[in-house]
């Protein structure tokens, strides 16, 4: 049962009745779901799940916008077959459930998608975009993939790395101001030391009133009240891998 009194932060929220338009197919040791654009290109964006795993029509559905937009997407299983979270589970075993599915563990998937892109799908122009769990490891992935062009990782930050503000990439970090699980004194704290130790372009922005999970979660045709913040942050996102890709 879950715990109520403590609920996951990571709530479901709206799950889009969505099918897709691309197709899973086998990348190496892992499954995908990959959509393509409607003419040729050489750019790619590697779209990472939360930790309801690779099949939630939400993402599916993002990974259908950036490919409407000429881009190649591709939403690996980043659990490898692991079980994703079950809404009905019980928050306080969230942190044993994550004991093997680190965010921070994610170079075998990440190589083996790459791989694909450029093999494959011919791209040359690569990006990343994750969702919560998918947040984290791509901000991971911005400290160790200097051929990758752009991230963006929405409510998502590597707390346990000291190393962790050395992006490689320009990144662009999307937070909700009403957040229970990423406190905006953490998104403070980011920032400042990105604007220490960072040598290349980042930016951070915050949505007040807006709840985990609401770029991808929150679907504005449901939840009329939210639509302006649900596209401006979906339009910053097209904006920044526009920019740098």
């Not at 044993?96 to 892109?117: I, Q, Y």
Request: net charge negative; aromatic share 12%; hydrophobic share 35%.
């Amino acid at each position: 049962m879950a715990n109520e009194a403590n609920p996951c932060p990571c709530d479901i929220g709206d799950r889009m009745e969505y099918g897709g338009l691309g197709q899973e197919v086998q990348i190496e040791h892992i499954k995908a779901y990959v959509v393509k654009p409607s003419t040729a290109s050489d750019k790619a964006v590697i779209v990472i799940q939360d930790i309801y795993g690779w099949e939630l029509p939400n993402t599916r559905y993002m990974a259908d916008m950036l490919a409407a937009n000429g881009y190649t997407a591709v939403c690996p299983d980043f659990f490898v077959g692991k079980e994703p979270w079950n809404p009905s589970n019980d928050f306080s075993i969230l942190w044993d459930w994550l004991k093997d599915k680190s965010p921070t563990d994610t170079n075998k998937e990440v190589d083996a998608v790459l791989r694909f892109l450029k093999e494959q799908c011919g791209a040359k122009n690569i990006g990343v975009v994750g969702f919560c769990w998918g947040g984290i490891a791509t901000h991971y992935i911005s400290l160790n993939y200097p051929e990758i062009k752009a991230g963006v990782s929405l409510y998502g930050i590597v707390r346990d790395r000291e190393d962790r503000y050395g992006l490689k990439f320009p990144t662009l970090f999307i937070f909700a101001g009403n957040d229970s699980f990423i406190p905006l004194d953490q998104v403070n704290v980011l920032e400042e030391r990105l604007k220490e130790k960072c040598t290349t372009d980042f930016h951070v922005k915050i949505f007040p009133g807006q709840t985990h999970g609401f770029v991808h979660r929150k679907n504005e045709d449901m939840n009329p009240d939210d639509k302006p913040s649900i596209l401006e942050a979906r339009a910053d996102l097209l904006n920044w891998l526009k920019k740098y890709m």
